[in-house]
């Protein structure tokens, strides 16, 4: 069975603290998202990487970065942690093949709350 | 900028009968991909039916099958004979097919289906 696997269900960090927030995909696929889901607002796209060592800004990056060295792991990482980053994070893949649009497999996220 | 706009943010159905979520979009592109996925209270989101621009026929899966109105920008999901484990949150989504490497899913707010017993 294809999995997209995050690392932690549910985690509690600190102010100022440096998160990590680890995503693994077994699929082989060339794309990777992270997502924030937040109640009223829907998915919002944080960063994305479409190969190794590539990532593109989605539409709220600020606050976070990102690392993909292996094709199958792409990290998501909060510099300092605010308490406005508390939310649900979303991993997802996805294959890419020129002129084919794909769905994406999602993890089960991870619930983070910053104190 | 593509934008999807879900505009009814809770919606409640008896179990066994029918129940269709609305979904706009806009987007100047002409070839492009929809989808709906399902979010279940235990949160892993699935695919549930995906529909391509080019295609004139609505994608049907089982109980789950779309209106898609091309001109409208409008895809509206219509589940038949509702059950109990169809109550979770619906996002509709739009992902370009020329975006090329860089495509990536456009979701709206999404939806939260309650079935009453």
């Known amino acids: 069975d294809v999995k997209v696997t995050q690392s932690s269900r549910y985690l509690v960090k600190r102010t100022g603290e440096k998160v990590f927030l680890e995503c693994v995909q077994d699929m082989d696929h060339e794309n990777m998202f992270w997502y924030r889901q937040d109640p009223g607002l829907g998915l919002r796209l944080i960063y994305f990487?479409?190969?190794?060592?590539?990532?593109e800004k989605g539409d709220i990056p600020e606050g976070y970065s990102v690392s993909r060295e292996k094709k199958e792991r792409f990290s998501l990482i909060l510099e300092s942690a605010s308490t406005n980053q508390t939310s649900m994070y979303l991993c997802?893949?996805?294959?890419?093949?020129?002129?084919?649009?794909?769905?994406?497999?999602f993890g089960s996220g991870t619930r983070l709350t910053v104190v | 900028a593509q934008t999807v706009t879900q505009s009814q943010p809770e919606m409640s159905v008896q179990e066994a009968e029918t129940v269709t979520l609305s979904c706009t979009y806009d987007t100047s592109e002409s070839d492009y991909y929809l989808f709906w996925y399902k979010q279940p209270p235990s949160r892993q989101m699935i695919l549930v039916i995906r529909?391509?621009?080019?295609?004139?026929q609505n994608a049907t899966e089982n109980r789950f099958s779309v209106n898609f109105q091309k001109a409208a920008k409008s895809f509206s999901l219509k589940i038949s004979d509702s059950q109990l484990g169809d109550a979770a949150m619906y996002f509709c989504?739009?992902?370009?097919?020329?975006?090329?490497?860089?495509?990536?899913?456009?979701f709206g707010k999404g939806i939260t289906l309650s079935v009453r017993p």
């Open positions: 990487s479409y190969d190794v060592k590539m990532k």
């Open positions: 997802a893949s996805s294959p890419y093949r020129a002129g084919v649009s794909y769905g994406y497999t």
């Open positions: 529909q391509e621009a080019y295609k004139q």
């Open positions: 989504a739009y992902r370009s097919a020329t975006a090329g490497a860089n495509s990536k899913l456009t």
